[in-house]
């Protein structure tokens, strides 16, 4: 159980175009999604917090503008990487939160995560 | 600041080892405490968490880690490492209130490198 699949899981695209990557809760309700983005051998930093039905919560420096993100559903929150450059090419992995079921609401389950590269 | 701290950047040890992957924090107020591990190219896999109760936690893998509130310290431990066991790990830590509430506070991660 807890199953999180992103999608794709790997995308190369042109500088100045958009980029959309999908976060999937399988087996289970995610009433809160998060979004992480990790440089080759650095630790995660967390991008923001999205909260079904509602407005996602950026952290300080990230640009809501240029990564937006929609969690339209119980299952699916979507991060979509605006006018790329080729410094936002990196490994953006979300995790989800059992928040409906009650079975492990504080433990967040992650993606297999998606690498960006934008030429 | 709330921070956690991985000491190590990298351990070795020999297979069949023992084994030890350090980590404190420095979050107030008894957070949740977790260890996830990482392969390359793939996402972060749930190995174990402390809430409370019991200072050793077992998970997945055969892994286990020691809470220590007076250190605020939760090591991951394997009592014999598989080479299979090789990857990147990471403490995390949740605060139960306050302004990061419910998000995960990571450690810089630590590779674990187990030979042959």
């Known amino acids: 159980g807890a199953v999180v699949s992103q999608h794709p899981s790997w995308v190369i695209c042109k500088s100045g175009t958009s980029v959309k990557i999908e976060c999937r809760s399988l087996d289970f309700q995610a009433t809160t999604m998060f979004w992480y983005r990790q440089f080759p051998k650095k630790s995660l930093m967390l991008m923001a917090t999205?909260?079904?039905?509602?407005?996602?919560?950026?952290e300080q420096g990230v640009e809501k503008d240029k990564f937006l993100i929609n969690h339209a559903s119980l299952t699916l929150s979507t991060l979509t990487v605006t006018s790329a450059h080729p410094e936002d090419s990196s490994f953006y992995i979300c995790?989800?939160?059992?928040?409906?079921?009650?079975?492990?609401?504080?433990?967040?389950?992650f993606g297999p995560g998606t690498r960006l590269t934008v030429l | 600041a709330q921070s956690v701290a991985q000491p190590e950047d990298q351990v070795n040890v020999a297979e069949g080892n023992p084994l030890t992957v350090k980590c404190t924090y420095s979050?107030?107020?008894?957070?949740?405490l977790f260890w996830y591990v990482q392969y390359p190219n793939r996402g972060l896999q749930f190995l174990l968490k402390y809430i409370t109760g019991d200072n050793l936690v077992k998970g997945s893998y055969g892994f286990e880690a020691e809470f220590n509130k007076s250190q605020t310290s939760f090591h991951l431990k394997k009592p014999s490492a598989l080479v299979s066991d090789s990857a990147l790990y990471f403490c995390?830590?949740?605060?139960?209130?306050?302004?990061?509430?419910?998000?995960?506070?990571f450690g810089q991660g630590t590779t674990l490198q187990v030979k042959p």
């Open positions: 995790s989800a939160r059992d928040g409906a079921s009650g079975r492990a609401p504080d433990t967040q389950y």
């Open positions: 979050v107030s107020g008894n957070p949740y």
């Open positions: 995390a830590v949740s605060p139960r209130w306050g302004n990061n509430t419910g998000k995960l506070i």
């Open positions: 999205s909260n079904e039905g509602s407005k996602a919560t950026y």
